[in-house]
């Protein structure tokens, strides 16, 4: 069973940065797409970005300009590099992946903290 690990999360102050990384514990065949989500206390989960398998991206609109997913190939990792951090972005950050035919992965979460 593959597991999936983000890391990275943590406390930021308004304006900084952070990056999460999202290792899988095994190989994961025929991706289809990675994506990020997050949620927040007393919110649903919300889309964050996603990474499709053809090398498009997609951020949601809270996000566009300051995240950025990206994947090391070699590693098969992947990033969501988070700037100029407000603290509407405090929440439980999770990692998806889809991959052919129907499988489904999501890591356990990692919290990022964006507070002064």
């Known amino acids: 069973q593959v597991q999936l690990v983000e890391s990275g999360g943590g406390l930021a102050q308004p304006g900084g940065s952070l990056k999460l990384s999202c290792a899988a514990s095994?190989?994961?065949?025929?991706?289809?797409?990675m994506a990020w989500y997050r949620q927040a206390p007393g919110k649903e989960r919300e889309f964050v970005a996603v990474?499709?398998?053809?090398?498009?991206?997609n951020y949601a609109d809270s996000v566009k300009g300051r995240f950025t997913i990206s994947r090391d190939n070699a590693k098969g990792t992947l990033f969501l590099q988070m700037n100029s951090l407000k603290p509407e972005d405090t929440a439980v950050y999770y990692c998806k992946i889809t991959a052919w035919p129907n499988y489904l992965y999501w890591g356990q979460g990692t919290q990022v903290t964006v507070s002064s």
């Open positions: 990474l499709t398998s053809g090398g498009s991206t």
């Open positions: 095994g190989s994961i065949f025929r991706i289809n797409a």
